[in-house]
């Protein structure tokens, strides 16, 4: 069950653990690391909680000492609610992960603007994206990951390691899901220069894209349909295309540093992949093609991340259980059977509308190989939503 620290504060620590136990989950994953969101909190202290950038701890000394870059500290860290958790889930034999969200943060970005993505015009509109090529970003990530492990937590799991998708509050102008794409490619100079190491001309990739969003923004009629090789290739030409490609070598080369700082901290970590919560976000209805083979467009190469981590989160936010089996499927035979796979469900809308078919798609995960059901998330769901669980896990391949 993934659970936040303001949730539990707002509620009492023992009552929200013996009500989790109660549903037969055995396991939490608190968010250690988050960025800032408001959230309606059915049964919180406050119906609406504002979450702020930073994390609920004391960041080591020596982790960040001589780093440009700080994780921000939430109010009440001092009081070491992590190590009150850990203690308290112990007891009643529940595990605590810890969930860091590396490169989601507009407090950081505010302050160090030149860290963030770089569109390809020149602007850094995105102040919460870090940029995975920047050096004191890289940095920050390990120094961040290693911090989240010292807490005694049994996985840490990563969460926006890799390039977002473009983000805005609003638009007028009708982007299409390709034109979108090429305006959420960083051209900073670290991104620029890792391309052209591997031989992309990034300067006219640049080019293209500034030329094809440029006219979009102008007037021009959008591109349709999904964002694949292929259609971007036809669409934006293949020097475009080999610059996306070339994303993934810096966001595979920062999982693996990340990955080796967690594990000299006794712990292991969990690759969290966001394609799936994007592509079913807001309706629990995923375009077809399916998250594993989206992945690449936020620079993740699940191919060669399976040589690198034991453990991948999968976010499975689709109504369809035989959707849900088929997603888990891809990332299976992309990562290696042998490799650990954490499907995230939720349980209440608009994935789910009923007991039966949140109890559909825990068989369909167990069947389709699934090591473990995650629920997202506690303090966001309904107690009536949350009651669904126990006959869920119930459930038998």
């Not at 292929?230 to 020097?239: N, R, S, V």
């Not at 039966?356 to 995650?374: I, P, Q, S, Y």
């Not at 998330?377 to 107690?383: D, K, Q």
Request: net charge negative; charged share 25%.
């Amino acid at each position: 069950m993934y659970v936040f620290v303001e949730d539990i504060r707002g509620e009492g620590l023992d009552k929200v653990l013996d009500r989790v136990a109660g549903y037969g989950v055995r396991g939490v994953t608190v968010a250690a690391a988050y960025h800032a969101t408001r959230d309606v909190t059915p049964h919180g202290q406050s119906r609406l909680t504002r979450r702020r950038d930073g994390v609920h701890f004391t960041p080591p000394e020596d982790l960040f000492d001589g780093l440009r870059l700080t994780p921000p500290v939430q109010e009440g860290a001092a009081e070491e609610p992590l190590a009150a958790l850990r203690q308290a889930a112990s007891v009643r034999g529940i595990a605590v992960h810890g969930l860091a969200v590396f490169l989601r943060n507009a407090t950081l970005g505010l302050a160090h603007p030149d860290v963030t993505v770089r569109d390809c015009f020149g602007d850094r509109g995105s102040p919460a994206d870090l940029c995975p090529a920047h050096p004191d970003v890289r940095a920050y990530a390990r120094a961040l990951a290693a911090a989240v492990a010292r807490q005694g937590v049994d996985t840490v799991v990563a969460d926006s390691l890799h390039f977002r998708g473009l983000d805005y509050d609003r638009s007028a102008v009708p982007l299409g899901p390709m034109d979108a794409y090429l305006f959420s490619l960083c051209f900073c100079d670290f991104c620029m220069r890792r391309a052209a190491d591997l031989g992309v001309d990034a300067e006219t990739a640049r080019e293209e894209c500034a030329r094809i969003v440029g006219g979009v923004l102008d007037g021009d009629p959008p591109a349709q349909g999904e964002v694949t090789r292929a259609a971007l290739t036809a669409y934006a030409g293949p020097e475009v295309v080999a610059y996306a490609r070339a994303r993934s070598e810096t966001v595979t080369s920062l999982v693996s540093a990340v990955a080796e700082a967690v594990a000299e901290e006794g712990s292991r970590l969990v690759f969290l992949d966001a394609t799936g919560a994007v592509k079913g976000d807001a309706d629990g209805l995923p375009a077809p093609c399916l998250a594993a083979h989206d992945a690449w467009q936020s620079g993740v190469d699940l191919l060669a991340l399976g040589d690198l981590v034991h453990s991948f989160g999968v976010c499975a936010y689709a109504r369809d259980p035989a959707r849900v089996a088929d997603d888990v499927g891809a990332y299976r035979r992309s990562v290696g059977r042998d490799r650990e796979i954490r499907v995230v469900l939720r349980p209440g809308p608009p994935d789910t509308d009923s007991a039966a078919r949140l109890a559909a798609k825990v068989r369909a995960v167990r069947a389709a190989g699934a090591r473990a059901v995650d629920f997202y998330a506690y303090g966001l769901a309904p107690f009536p939503v949350l009651d669904r669980i126990p006959e869920a896990l119930s459930q038998t391949p």
